[in-house]
């Protein structure tokens, strides 16, 4: 009798667990990537930018090279925001906006220069300048992160 | 001890008889052998009316016992403290392998197969967090101070956007030969080729009203 109690208790606890965890802080993922476009050298690098200096070419941007200074996925709350040090000594601060039929909303700003709000989708990524830095631009590039 | 040389054959076999544990064939010879032998049927005798008294003794040391709670206590003497519930579940299982291994193998089996199969399937197809839209949308762009720059969004063919600020002043002055900084000087200011997005769908974005400090907004 005990024991079926427990049970009963455990299966219980096992079917809200997901409802309490959803209850709890909501968070979304994001791949965030500083690219530096410039016109020196002719340089992509890692090789898969090809793809965005592709997008740039067709929308008649001129850039020759394509380095990628930082990746990294990070978790946006909505509380906190979270900051990517970028490399000309600004902090782009990106921060979950909210969460609605599961789409979630996020909002990025550079200080001084400009800020999006981003609905995240499955498909395509955002690229936002993000200043100058020796001699090009900053992109940072904003990406459903990896599967 | 017996006068009859028959009799030592037969005594051994009395009490067995008078329990009633010995074979028809030998309980026929024993009864031939008492009605001619009258010291064997006296010991047989002797031997009913010790088991007599050994019954009638044994009743009276039964009267004595108390037998209140008795199958009580006799089944917590045997039934043994109910082990923890980790404990049992372990023991069922390994119960089950032991009694039912055949069963119990193919079913596990079946459901590792269709994990492999329905895991990988389920997190394919599903969208992680906060991703159920189709592509990623800008919803609004804004400036600060002090940069004097409009926001440019660009939407790409493959779903893309991209966000480009471009100097105000050198807009205003329809400066551009090449969008894209090239050296120091040049990067300071944006400049455009010379159909400068002229055939790519661009749009305008509110600015937030909301946001103390920005500015712009549109194209």
Redesign the interface.
Known sequence: MHSTAMLALLSLGLLLSPLAAQAQEQKVKLQVEVVLASNKGDAVEPPELAQMKETFRKQNFSFTSFKRLSLETLELAAEKPTEVRLPNGVNASLKLLGLKEGIATVRVEIPRQSGVDVELGRQGSVYQRAGKHVGGELILVLSPPPK | MAGNPACERFIPLLSPYIDGEISPTERVNIERHLSACKACTGRAADLRAESGLLRVGLDMAVDEVDFKDFTQKVMARVTPEKPP?LE?LRLSLSEMFLYQRTAMVSSLATAAVLMLVAVPLL??SR?????????????????????K?A?VV?E??????????VDQDSHSHGASP???????AQ??ELE??E????N?PQKTLPA?KD?PA?KGGSL
């Open positions: 519930l049992r997190l394919g969208a992680p967090t906060g991703y159920a839209g189709e592509r990623m949308t800008v919803q609004a762009v804004r400036t600060y101070e002090p940069a720059v926001p660009m790409t063919d493959n779903g893309s956007t991209i966000i480009w600020l090449a969008l894209g900084g090239g050296d120091e990067s300071d455009m080729e159909a400068p997005l002229g790519v937030k946001d920005p």
